[in-house]
């Protein structure tokens, strides 16, 4: 990667990093707030985020993905940077109250899909990696332009929570969650390694090189987290509408 796109590249993904880290702080402040907590209930999320970035970058600027290219380790080691993230949030959801309340807050529902806006950005940087000849087009194309579709309907997905159309955001949710699936599914068969079907060129070995490798490190798994954040608060919110509901037929 030249030095102009490398610079490209880090000036919108990398910046589209820290605008979503900033973002998901901000509402972990604004939801701590909401049911009176203290600045103490936000410091795991902040401590997740810092981690989670400063882990991503420090391994790709050394190296540590570069066994990806050639052997199974690089792999292995890319594959958790993507399972202990999600592992540690979803463990953290179920596992602890503070977290669980923070989360479930109904104020900042609209929000937690409006983060995913900023795929508009990230998507649209994917897209331009195909003429500049950084990534194969069979995995760029469709990613880039998945992204930039529910980066799109993350303006009406809000819209729909704020209206109560609690399913048709829950659809958005599931369209977003396979999205990232097909795009890592299409990242992996086009790197060169033992996972390498489709033959391309260029491959996407560049996706796990430094400024690229800060998407499936860090941002891929924070999407997917905020997915399953606004997935869990609306199947609630749903069924808690559908026992309304019935008590007051049965009431009657």
Do not use: C
Not at 35 to 55: C, N, Q, R, Y
Not at 86 to 100: C, H, K, N, R
Not at 213 to 228: A, G, K, S
Request: charged letters at 10%.
């Amino acid at each position: 990667m030249t030095t102009p796109v490398a610079m490209f590249v880090q000036a919108f993904d990398g910046g589209a990093a820290l605008a979503m880290a900033m973002l998901v702080a901000a509402i972990a402040a604004r939801s701590a707030a909401a049911f009176g907590g203290k600045a103490a209930d936000i410091s795991p999320a902040v401590i997740f985020l810092s981690v989670g970035f400063g882990a991503g970058t420090a391994i790709a600027v050394v190296g540590g993905f570069s066994g990806a290219v050639g052997g199974i380790p690089g792999i292995v080691l890319l594959a958790l940077s993507l399972v202990i993230p999600l592992a540690i949030g979803v463990t953290l959801a179920f596992a602890s109250a503070g977290f669980q309340r923070l989360i479930s807050q109904s104020e900042i529902q609209p929000s937690v899909v409006m983060v995913h806006a900023l795929r508009i950005i990230e998507g649209s940087v994917f897209v331009v990696m195909v003429p500049l000849g950084v990534l194969p087009a069979i995995f760029a194309l469709p990613a880039g332009l998945g992204d930039v579709l529910v980066g799109l309907g993350a303006f009406v997905a809000s819209r729909w929570i704020r209206s109560g159309r609690l399913g048709l955001a829950v659809w958005w949710n599931l369209f977003g969650l396979l999205d990232l699936a097909n795009a890592a599914v299409l990242g992996l068969v086009t790197q060169p390694g033992p996972l390498h079907v489709l033959q391309t060129s260029p491959t996407s070995a560049l996706l796990l090189a430094s400024p690229l490798v800060i998407v499936p490190t860090f941002i891929v798994p924070i999407y997917v987290l905020l997915h399953l954040i606004s997935v869990r608060f609306l199947v609630a919110s749903r069924s808690a509408a559908k026992v309304s509901r019935w008590v007051k037929v049965e009431a009657r």
